[in-house]
């Protein structure tokens, strides 16, 4: 199995490539020039096991949320490099892959609650939990809003204490007071190629891959942009 990743939905632009389960990556963070330094780090990985593109198992990519312009751009980079290579794609969400980060890093962590600082004094967020095989699963839909909005379910007022990840807390110190009796250790992180390549792995085993024209972003925001008919 051979699966490319791919993310500049923050300022952590970043590609991975995965292997057999074997992992090259690079990331580097940036405030412009995404555009530019993800197709260097794409080549560079590819490079570095000595595939091509054709060669791929899939193409996985940050579906969002995060930057419109950051989303849009690896949603549409995804696209060409599949539909040259005839790969099929393999949406992530950046949620998701924060949580990934962090559950990877500490093997205590069991509950996740990602927020992302979304500007607009809003928050990207959303609670993540353990599964088998080590994966961060959704439970909940993501979300964005007032950061006095952020909600944790009804079942993690008790039991495994949460950790905190994103941007997000940074931005709005309320959210560390919020949940402050529930609330232990916060990380700051961004998401990363790397983690987007290992979700993406159990989606390709059980055939859940897309269609090149499918690798479209999730801004959640409707109010932003509608880019089509098809849009987020």
């Known amino acids: 199995m051979k699966i490319l990743a791919l993310d500049t939905a923050t300022e952590n632009c970043s590609a991975a490539l995965l292997v057999d389960g074997r992992l090259t990556a690079r990331e580097r963070l940036l405030e412009r020039g995404h555009a530019e330094c993800i197709l260097t780090m794409i080549d560079e990985v590819l490079a570095d096991a000595g595939t091509s593109l054709a060669g791929l198992t899939a193409i996985a990519f940050g579906r969002g949320p995060g930057s419109f312009t950051g989303v849009r751009?690896?949603?549409?980079?995804?696209?060409?490099?599949?539909?040259?290579?005839?790969?099929?794609?393999?949406?992530?969400?950046?949620?998701?892959?924060?949580?990934?980060?962090?559950?990877?890093?500490?093997?205590?962590?069991?509950?996740?609650?990602?927020?992302?600082?979304?500007?607009?004094?809003?928050?990207?967020?959303?609670?993540?939990?353990?599964?088998?095989?080590?994966?961060?699963?959704?439970?909940?839909?993501?979300?964005?809003?007032?950061?006095?909005?952020?909600?944790?379910?009804?079942?993690?007022?008790?039991?495994?204490?949460?950790r905190g990840a994103g941007t997000g807390f940074g931005a709005y110190p309320q959210l560390r007071s919020s949940f402050s009796t529930v609330l232990g250790a916060i990380r700051e992180v961004r998401p990363r190629a790397a983690e987007i390549a290992i979700l993406a792995v159990p989606e390709v085993m059980a055939g859940r891959l897309c269609n090149p024209e499918a690798a479209l972003p999730v801004y959640l925001r409707d109010d932003v942009v509608h880019p089509g008919p098809t849009g987020h």
């Open 73 to 162: 751009l690896a949603a549409s980079v995804t696209q060409g490099l599949a539909h040259g290579a005839c790969v099929p794609v393999v949406p992530v969400s950046d949620l998701a892959a924060v949580a990934q980060r962090v559950l990877g890093e500490d093997a205590t962590a069991e509950r996740v609650l990602v927020c992302n600082d979304a500007r607009m004094r809003e928050v990207y967020w959303g609670c993540f939990t353990r599964s088998a095989g080590d994966l961060a699963t959704p439970a909940g839909e993501e979300r964005v809003s007032d950061p006095a909005h952020v909600a944790l379910p009804a079942d993690w007022s008790s039991g495994p204490e949460v």
